[in-house]
């Protein structure tokens, strides 16, 4: 009795490795990676529509460049979480655009098709013609299929110290 047992089980065993050998696998296909340098062209261009925007002083439509959810505004060593709502009054209310503004040495980096990471350096240039720069990164996502600025840190350079 034993020994049919072990002859079954032997055989079932066999059956189910011929079997598993028998079927044909499909091979399983690549899931299509993002296009990388398209997502950094798409960002590259909001970028340069960001610059004109502050150059003619668009308010609004640079209040609309930020996140519906709200921003998280980084710099200088403070953090805040503004409201959209709380950006937009303050683009549309309070803001000085510059005379004029230029994106330097912008980085891009491309987290996935809807995250991206900007890193670079601006130049501000005040009505009073005082040029500033300052550093920034940006964290923008997709937001209903349009590029949004999730979190952002423009910091000024530490001041020089006076001459003794």
């Not at 930020?66 to 683009?91: A, C, I």
């Not at 350096?121 to 964290?139: C, H, I, K, P, V």
Request: glycine letters at 6%; aromatic letters at 10%.
């Amino acid at each position: 009795m034993r020994k049919a047992q072990l002859v079954s089980a032997g055989c079932f065993l066999l059956y189910c490795v011929l079997g598993a050998k028998a079927q044909k696998v499909e091979p399983t296909k690549p899931q299509k990676q993002h296009d990388v340098a398209a997502t950094e062209r798409e960002v590259r261009e909001f970028f340069d529509s960001y610059a004109e925007d502050l150059r003619q002083h668009r308010r609004e439509a640079i209040a609309n460049r930020y996140d519906p959810r709200g921003v998280y505004f980084l710099g200088n060593g403070g953090k805040t979480l503004e409201s959209f709502e709380t950006v937009k009054n303050v683009y549309l209310t309070k803001w000085t655009g510059p005379k004029s503004f230029e994106w330097k040495d912008i980085s891009v980096e491309v987290l996935s098709p809807e995250a991206a990471v900007v890193i670079g350096r601006f130049e501000w240039q005040t009505a009073s013609d005082q040029l500033q720069g300052f550093s920034y990164t940006g964290l923008l996502i997709k937001h209903s299929g349009e590029w949004r600025i999730r979190v952002e840190d423009e910091s000024s350079p530490p001041a020089k110290p006076s001459a003794p």
